[in-house]
């Protein structure tokens, strides 16, 4: 999508287009990058991404978002690239796509250079837009795989990671990180510009030490001195749940975009409402009525996936969505105890049917 014409509280500068933000006090004016994001023959705007999510960035949740709009750039969750080459993507709950979702970025949980020629051809095959490298996950079961936050503690494999995936593939190609073990400065800058350097179009950062709780603010200030460090694009990433943080976040780091996980994962139209107010896009006010995001959520987990695959997506899903309510544990507990997708939807119902 072409950036939309600038709205009279803009103005341009050079190719990129700042939105100037009014602070409530006589403080100085910032500003906030509005640009599209071009990595290789891959243009999306707005800059809003969606946050790879295991178990919940599946097909069925990236039609939801995609029904809302205002997503430039959607994400699988990530893939291992060792089964990825023997994967059905019929059947693979990971894998299935539908036409609707596009662009649509395949991150791979990748510990060795050798994983990288299969998994990157698989990609070619299932026409992956961009390719995405996690570099970010702090998962002990991820760890002991060499793989994911593992692959910061050991940057020459990175490095031989990258050079190697650089060769395979012209499409894209993009990392996401965490800020490392501790706030160590140089490290964190050796690792990114070596990233880079090898061929990195796009990093995406999560704001957040390796051992940080999502429970902690975000380090967003980090990200603008990435920002400084790098010529490619920098997307920030870590605790936007609002378009308030969304507007916070771009002042403090002045990042090139946006990066949302569970935060729309809780309100799907999230992206919607942060294309429309701070990237001036032109998408209908989100009409949301919250039991018919989650009846359609369930429809498309049960059209899409094999029965066995259905309930714990969709419990997965419940968790963050029950957010929204006031008494939302109780939705959250009564779907954690269903034993069927039937069960399920009766539950749901008669909690929406008692929480207006
Ligand atoms: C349930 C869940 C699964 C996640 N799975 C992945 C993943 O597959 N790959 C990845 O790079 N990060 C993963 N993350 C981290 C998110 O991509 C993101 O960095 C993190 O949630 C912070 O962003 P947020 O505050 O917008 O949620 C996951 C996070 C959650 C909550």
């Not at 935060?263 to 209908?284: H, M, S, T």
Request: net charge positive.
């Amino acid at each position: 999508m072409a950036a939309p014409p600038l709205s009279p509280c803009s103005r341009a500068q050079g190719n990129v287009y700042y939105k100037i933000e009014k602070t409530a006090t006589a403080k100085p004016i910032r500003t906030i990058p509005l640009h599209q994001i071009q990595i290789r023959n891959l243009e999306f705007y707005p800059p809003l991404l969606l946050a790879p999510m295991a178990g919940l960035t599946h097909s069925a949740l990236r039609q939801i978002f995609s029904g809302f709009g205002g997503v430039g750039l959607l994400s699988t969750e990530m893939l291992s690239a060792k089964s990825l080459p023997t994967e059905n993507p019929k059947v693979s709950p990971c894998l299935i796509r539908t036409v609707l979702e596009k662009p649509l970025s395949y991150q791979l949980l990748i510990s060795t250079d050798r994983e990288i020629i299969p998994a990157i051809d698989a990609l070619h095959k299932l026409h992956a837009d961009a390719i995405d490298l996690n570099m970010g996950c702090p998962a002990r079961s991820v760890g002991n795989l060499g793989a994911g936050f593992s692959l910061m503690e050991q940057p020459e494999n990175a490095r031989r990671i990258v050079v190697e995936a650089r060769k395979r593939t012209q499409l894209p190609l993009t990392a996401k990180i965490r800020l490392g073990v501790e706030l160590d400065e140089q490290a964190l800058k050796a690792f990114c510009t070596m990233l880079e350097d090898e061929g990195i179009d796009m990093l995406s950062v999560h704001a957040r030490l390796k051992k940080e709780s999502f429970a902690r603010r975000p380090r967003w200030e980090w990200i603008a001195k990435i920002k400084e460090w790098l010529r490619i694009p920098v997307i920030a990433n870590g605790g936007i749940f609002t378009v308030q943080d969304a507007k916070d976040c771009l002042r403090v780091c002045g990042a090139d975009g946006l990066m949302l996980g569970r935060g729309a994962v809780v309100k799907p139209w999230l992206f919607a409402e942060i294309a429309r107010d701070l990237y001036d896009c032109n998408i209908v006010e989100p009409l949301v009525f919250l039991p018919v995001v989650y009846g359609n959520f369930t429809d498309l987990v049960n059209e899409l996936f094999r029965p066995e695959r259905r309930l714990g997506r969709l419990k997965k899903f419940t968790h963050y969505f029950g957010r929204n309510y006031k008494f939302g544990h109780q939705l959250v507990s009564s779907i954690q105890g269903s034993n069927s997708m039937e069960e399920a939807r009766e539950r749901a119902g008669i909690f929406f049917e008692n929480n207006t």
